[in-house]
């Protein structure tokens, strides 16, 4: 469970800050405060998703404030591109899962372990 939150993680990450790349490349729809934000919180978010997998203390902490920042930005994006609620939900859910997953999967290794 641990290693597939962690992967979850660390490809939602690359695909935010991908994504707002790509974004600036074809012509910034956002600001670019904003992209530059989508890049910061998605290499957190793909960094934090190595600690998380390590279960380094205040990894998840980490990842959770990625996730954070990703989905407060996606709110911004909801606005801008007026894609409306379901892409937040799904991004919400997402992070939630994967949040889930890690925090269970973590105290499943630390049972075996101790």
């Known amino acids: 469970m641990l290693t597939t939150a962690a992967l979850g993680m660390f490809v939602y990450g690359i695909y935010s800050a991908a994504w707002a790349a ?4 074809r012509g910034a729809r956002l600001e670019l405060w904003a992209e ?3 890049v910061f919180f998605g290499l957190l978010l793909a960094l934090s998703a190595a600690f998380v997998r390590v279960r380094l203390p205040g990894g998840l902490a980490l990842a959770i404030g990625g996730l954070f920042g990703l989905q407060a930005l996606a709110v911004h994006t909801a606005a801008h591109l007026e894609s409306g609620i379901a892409p937040q939900v799904g991004r919400a859910v997402l992070a939630v ?3 889930v997953l890690s925090y269970a999967g973590s105290a499943a290794e630390a049972g075996g372990k101790g």
């Open 97 to 99: 899962v994967l949040v």
């Open 36 to 38: 530059a934000a989508i």
């Open 22 to 25: 790509v974004d600036l490349i």
